[in-house]
């Protein structure tokens, strides 16, 4: 079936440092792809999206790249900062099915100063 | 002013009580959803209606019954609470979900935190 999987967190990084979160996915069809942001306490925010392969999607200097010849859709920003503590979701939209969205476990993402 | 609100925020209830969770947009979507967070933080869609027509009915135990008296509200009514239903319930809208026009994304609420004690 359709699924997201996602790096194991948490990820613990020093402002400044370079982010990668890790996000492949299974699915039949050609998904619409996206990257959540869930601060503590809150709800989930959009942070960027991608509809066809090769799109990038970009947002707060975070940037990821649909990747259809390895399923795949990174998540990167070159220089983090503390109020980049979160947890970050991907997910995928299956094709005519209702607008579902089917998630990947989550990676928390801790910045130290 | 919120675009999807959701309440209460917080539910704190004994096992076997009726509870309800209601959630409110104000973007002018066609279609909302809730979905449920576990204590994981693992997100699963629960259910989807679009224009007051349930289109997605995960698998959900039939104690659960939305209800969406028109296109902007989607309630949530829990029958005969359990233990294992304590998790964070999220409400959701969508903008257009027609294929070929849909990859919109979610507008999330803040979440009703549900414990059954």
């Known amino acids: 079936g359709d699924s997201v999987t996602q790096m194991e967190g948490p990820v613990t990084l020093s402002e400044e440092a370079f982010l990668t979160i890790n996000c492949t996915y299974t699915?039949?069809?050609?998904?619409?792809l996206f990257w959540y942001v869930q601060y503590p306490g809150e709800g989930l925010q959009l942070l960027l999206k991608?509809?066809?392969?090769?799109d990038k999607g970009s947002n707060k200097g975070f940037e990821a790249t649909y990747r259809k010849e390895t399923t795949s859709f990174h998540l990167e920003k070159g220089s983090v900062q503390v109020s980049d503590s979160a947890v970050y979701f991907c997910?995928?939209?299956?094709?005519?099915?209702?607008?579902?969205?089917?998630f990947g476990q989550g990676t928390e993402l801790s910045v130290k100063p | 002013d919120t675009a999807v609100s959701q309440t209460p925020k917080y539910l704190v209830t004994q096992m076997g009580n009726d509870k309800s969770i209601k959630c409110e947009q104000n973007?002018?979507?066609?279609?909302m959803y809730w979905y449920k967070q576990d204590s994981k933080k693992f997100l699963k869609i629960m259910f989807s209606?679009?224009?007051?027509?349930?289109?997605i009915n995960e698998t959900v135990p039939n104690r659960f019954s939305p209800k969406s008296p028109d296109k902007a509200h989607l309630n949530l009514h829990i029958n005969s609470l359990e233990l294992g239903d304590s998790a964070v319930y999220f409400c959701?809208?969508?903008?257009?979900?027609?294929?070929?026009?849909?990859?919109?994304?979610?507008?999330f609420g803040s979440g009703t935190r549900l414990t059954v004690v």
């Open positions: 959701a809208s969508s903008q257009d979900i027609t294929p070929g026009r849909s990859g919109y994304g979610y507008t």
């Open positions: 699915a039949t069809g050609y998904p619409s």
């Open positions: 991608a509809t066809k392969a090769d």
């Open positions: 997910a995928l939209e299956i094709y005519n099915q209702g607008g579902k969205l089917i």
């Open positions: 973007l002018g979507h066609d279609t």
């Open positions: 209606y679009n224009n007051k027509e349930l289109i």
